[in-house]
């Protein structure tokens, strides 16, 4: 019974196998995968945090204005920071 149910396990492990390198040559031929379809046409422009570096999106990000141009910031603390420094 035991040997049964594990020869039953192992034929299935094997057909699951099978199938997914089967999936993947299929995919493959038709020029287009699954990650691809997934992955938006157009990345996010990140911006650089001028205090520690961190890449920040701008929409949700803190921003202040300085010297004519816009910077961004990753919190409230690297925010401060910059106003503190003599940059602005």
Same mark, same amino acid.
């Given at each position: +019974? %035991?040997?049964?149910?594990? %020869? ?6 094997? *057909?699951? *196998? @099978?199938?997914?390198v089967?999936? &993947? %040559?299929i =995919? *493959? *031929?038709?020029?287009?995968?699954r !990650?691809?379809? !997934? $992955?938006?046409? !157009? &990345?996010m /422009?990140?911006m ?6 961190? @890449?920040?999106?701008?929409? $949700? #990000? !803190? #921003?202040? +204005?300085?010297? &004519? $141009?816009m910077?961004? @910031?990753?919190? =409230? /603390?690297?925010? =401060?920071?910059?106003?503190?420094s003599?940059?602005?």
């Amino acid at each position: +019974m %035991v040997r049964a149910l594990l %020869v039953l396990i192992l034929l299935l492990l094997v *057909a699951r *196998a @099978f199938w997914r390198v089967l999936d &993947g %040559v299929i =995919e *493959a *031929a038709g020029g287009t995968t699954r !990650r691809s379809a !997934r $992955t938006p046409a !157009r &990345g996010m /422009k990140l911006m650089r945090d001028p205090v520690c570096g961190t @890449f920040v999106p701008p929409g $949700t #990000s !803190r #921003s202040l +204005m300085a010297g &004519g $141009t816009m910077q961004y @910031f990753c919190s =409230e /603390k690297c925010l =401060e920071t910059y106003r503190a420094s003599p940059h602005v």
